[in-house]
């Protein structure tokens, strides 16, 4: 290994004292509603680059552009760029109502009693299919809170349960921007990283299930109905049988975009203008996300060169030691960077660099490094009080004209606190047959 240094990661330093500083101040210091989000995380990324421009004068100016444009056109950025546009096509063609209709023909199909267990799995079926969590909760709650009002059941319960739910399909998704991120970035094929990901998840969602049947059993709540067109799920079952069988990934979000297109023609639901715009709206919902992943590579870039990673390398292998240290280390790596992000895509970009040299001096394969990190982050993500996640679920219960905490669904958050288990015995308990 290349002698480390230190110094070259203190543009990582400038940008968690803009973004996590100056966000935790604007929201618990002056107490501004979502202020976290008021730091513009862009621009916390480019005073970030511009102090590691500004290090290393050994290096003249032109150099660093030269060193930063290899990093943004290594091919593994420029395919997770081409696929979070496609991916935000096909969520603008189908729409909310879309992944409404999934929602309540579940609920239709259930029993009202199981209708807590219903929210957490349907939240696993959208959240799955629509790769987004923010998406799925904000769809949800409204329906979760229409449920605890229905049945007695806690609105903290309903509510933590979907959030819980929506973390399952983030962490598995073929068009999560996790999934992307962690499987371009460590070039592990998607199919391949749900595979290993999915036994990780399953016992979870299964203690989950359990935990919440045995807190709502014996209640009968009233049954709650609402209109739901079936054929507006033909788009989602798309995706999610096309990514599980390993058919390339923009062949499967083609599909999904033209059969949603086909549909909202034929039945009327838009018009050929409309269509357009809301593929052009939903592929502009992923410019900041790709915007950060290109500002990601490029600072990556810099601070490689000037010796950063090979600092952190060190300062990592020093704590842990052999494989399943190595395998732990990589998951507080990106679950550390998601605490001070509060994005766990971006959490995932800036680690994947790292994750890479980690792989390779620990021994840890493609597969097992997308899921370590797609897998820590979603559990970090999941429970951080001031994640996007928590705030649109607390935002989405006040639209329903009631007040909640983040403190109060956090105890009801069983999905994540068991994917850490579950992800814990996977490194340390299960014997592991392949990397």
Not at 125 to 141: K, W, Y
Not at 274 to 298: I, N, R
Not at 351 to 362: G, H, L, T, V
Request: glycine share 12%.
């Amino acid at each position: 290994m290349k002698k480390g240094n230190p110094v070259a990661l203190l543009p990582i330093g400038v940008f968690l004292a803009m973004y996590l500083g100056l966000g935790l101040f604007f929201e618990y210091g002056l107490g501004m509603h979502m202020g976290f989000y008021n730091v513009p995380i862009i621009i916390a990324f480019l005073a970030a680059i511009l102090v590691a421009c500004l290090q290393n004068r050994a290096l003249p100016f032109e150099k660093k552009l030269e060193i930063m444009g290899q990093g943004v056109g290594d091919k593994n950025i420029i395919t997770m760029l081409l696929i979070f546009l496609v991916a935000g096509a096909f969520v603008g063609v189908v729409g909310r109502s879309s992944a409404q209709s999934v929602a309540y023909f579940m609920l239709d199909l259930i029993p009202a009693r199981y209708a807590v267990v219903v929210l957490f799995v349907v939240a696993c079926f959208v959240s799955t299919a629509m790769g987004t969590s923010v998406g799925t909760i904000t769809l949800l709650t409204p329906i979760a809170v229409e449920v605890a009002q229905a049945s007695g059941f806690a609105v903290a319960l309903c509510v933590g349960t979907v959030v819980g739910g929506a973390m399952f399909g983030d962490n598995l998704s073929f068009i999560s921007d996790t999934t992307i991120a962690a499987c371009n970035g460590q070039g592990c094929a998607m199919q391949d990283k749900f595979r290993g990901n999915f036994w990780i998840a399953l016992p979870a969602a299964i203690g989950t299930v359990v935990l919440v049947l045995l807190l709502t059993l014996g209640q009968e709540p009233a049954v709650i109905t609402r209109e739901y067109n079936l054929i507006q799920i033909i788009p989602y079952v798309l995706v999610l049988i096309g990514g599980i069988a390993g058919v390339n990934v923009f062949l499967v979000l083609l599909a999904g975009i033209a059969s949603g297109s086909v549909i909202m023609l034929v039945t009327g639901q838009m018009a050929v203008t409309d269509l357009l715009a809301s593929m052009g709206k939903g592929a502009e919902g992923m410019f900041e996300t790709s915007m950060v992943a290109v500002l990601v590579a490029a600072l990556c870039a810099l601070i490689r060169v000037y010796g950063g990673f090979d600092a952190l390398l060190s300062f990592i292998q020093g704590l842990f030691k052999g494989k399943k240290g190595g395998q732990l280390g990589m998951g507080l790596l990106v679950g550390a960077m998601d605490i001070a992000t509060a994005n766990n895509t971006v959490a995932i970009v800036m680690a994947n660099p790292i994750a890479r040299e980690m792989s390779r001096d620990y021994g840890i394969g493609p597969r097992r490094a997308a899921c370590i990190l797609d897998t820590f982050s979603c559990i970090f993500q999941g429970v951080i009080p001031y994640g996007a996640q928590m705030l649109v679920a607390i935002a989405a219960v006040a639209d329903m004209g009631l007040s909640i905490s983040a403190f109060e669904i956090m105890q009801y958050l069983f999905y994540p606190y068991l994917l850490l288990l579950s992800c814990l015995a996977a490194i340390y308990v299960i014997p592991q047959k392949e990397n």
